[in-house]
């Protein structure tokens, strides 16, 4: 549905926003896209959505190019920006209206915006003026300006910011509802958002794609994911003593845990090494007890944080 080829933003002639930038998204899948401010993230959606032209490369919207044909490409495209491009004197109904006249829709007016503010859950407040409705509402009518005419793909920038908890469990699912219809692109700075809703995901720094993995398979990117937590019962002093030799593992550290009768500890392997069966030979020869055991640092926010860092350490080379 969405193809990038080797997407190019300069600024200035010299500051690349994006550089050589790749990737295709499929029909109906919910893609997050993350990275730190200044990434490029900003520039991509923009160049997605037909607002920025390109220094070079080309972007592909079922098919049709953004730059040569924009038109028919923003048909489409509905965006959502952080800020919702709402009016707050018009009522919900009057908005939509508008936004329908502007996109020159073509399905019966009437019943495409009562569709849409079905599918949002704002039909409660058709009548209402948008300044008086709460930020979570306000979003909502956000969402039904990208909705109206039913657009293949739709993006989404920071749609959360703001929320109260219970609203932002709202649009999360109202989110992935939509990903049965739609292709969505979802840009927020909230890892566990991406998380919660996001088939896949893709990382931009430095206006490079630093990975780009099914959500569940990330932590493959990170080459050095080798500590792991074990809870194991018995003598602490001999069970650090014959973890540390276990082939592989190049530190043991017990740490201020306890679960139940046993102590936690902290097992780094070397790099490449899976440590895990020669531990549990060791505990199960010896007669220790594994309570449990669990990857460190295996969450989206470390994984994160350690592409970022590595992405960092390479461009500054």
């Given at each position: 549905?969405i ?5 190019v933003?300069?600024y200035?002639?010299t500051a690349?926003?994006?550089d050589?930038?790749?990737?295709e ?5 919910i893609v997050?896209?993350?990275g ?10 923009n160049?997605?959505t037909?607002y ?5 490369g ?8 953004v730059l040569e044909n ?8 509905g965006?959502l920006?952080?800020q ?7 009522t919900?109904?009057?908005?939509l209206?508008?936004?329908?006249e502007?996109k020159g829709?073509?399905f019966?007016?009437?019943q495409?915006?009562?569709d849409v ?6 039909a409660d ?8 409705l709460?930020k979570g509402?306000?979003q909502?009518?956000g969402?039904a300006q990208?909705?109206i005419?039913d ?5 989404f ?16 699912n109202?989110?992935r ?6 292709t ?11 998380q919660?809703?996001c ?9 490079r ?11 493959r990117?990170i080459?050095?994911n ?7 019962a018995?003598?602490r ?5 014959g ?7 190049s ?7 306890r679960?139940g ?5 902290l097992v780094?392997?070397?790099r ?13 020869e010896?007669g220790w ?8 640092g ?12 590595r992405s ?6």
């Amino acid at each position: 549905m969405i193809q990038v080829e080797h997407l190019v933003k300069r600024y200035g002639g010299t500051a690349f926003a994006l550089d050589d930038v790749s990737f295709e998204i499929g029909e109906g899948e919910i893609v997050g896209l993350l990275g730190p401010n200044g990434a490029g993230k900003s520039t991509a959606m923009n160049i997605l959505t037909g607002y920025l032209s390109t220094t070079s490369g080309r972007v592909l919207i079922g098919g049709v190019d953004v730059l040569e044909n924009p038109l028919e490409a923003k048909k489409m495209i509905g965006y959502l920006p952080e800020q919702p491009p709402v009016y707050p004197d018009m009522t919900v109904t009057e908005y939509l209206r508008f936004v329908y006249e502007l996109k020159g829709c073509r399905f019966p007016r009437e019943q495409h915006l009562a569709d849409v503010m079905a599918a949002v859950k704002i039909a409660d407040v058709s009548h209402r003026l948008i300044r008086n409705l709460s930020k979570g509402y306000r979003q909502r009518v956000g969402i039904a300006q990208a909705l109206i005419g039913d657009p293949k793909v739709i993006i989404f920038d920071e749609p959360t910011v703001g929320l109260d908890p219970k609203q932002i469990l709202e649009i999360r699912n109202l989110i992935r509802n939509l990903g049965r219809r739609h292709t969505v692109i979802l840009s927020t700075h909230i890892l566990a958002e991406v998380q919660s809703v996001c088939e896949r995901i893709i990382i931009i720094n430095h206006g490079r794609i630093i990975a780009n993995e099914r959500a569940d398979d990330l932590a493959r990117v990170i080459e050095d994911n080798t500590h792991f937590r074990y809870a194991i019962a018995g003598d602490r002093n001999a069970i650090t003593a014959g973890l540390r030799g276990v082939q592989g593992v190049s530190s043991v550290t017990p740490m201020n845990e306890r679960e139940g009768d046993a102590a936690c500890y902290l097992v780094e392997g070397t790099r490449g090494v899976d440590v895990r069966r020669g531990v549990f030979r060791v505990c199960a020869e010896h007669g220790w007890p594994i309570l449990s055991i669990g990857a460190v640092g295996n969450d989206l926010e470390s994984i994160f944080i350690r592409l970022v860092d590595r992405s960092d350490r390479e461009n500054a080379r």
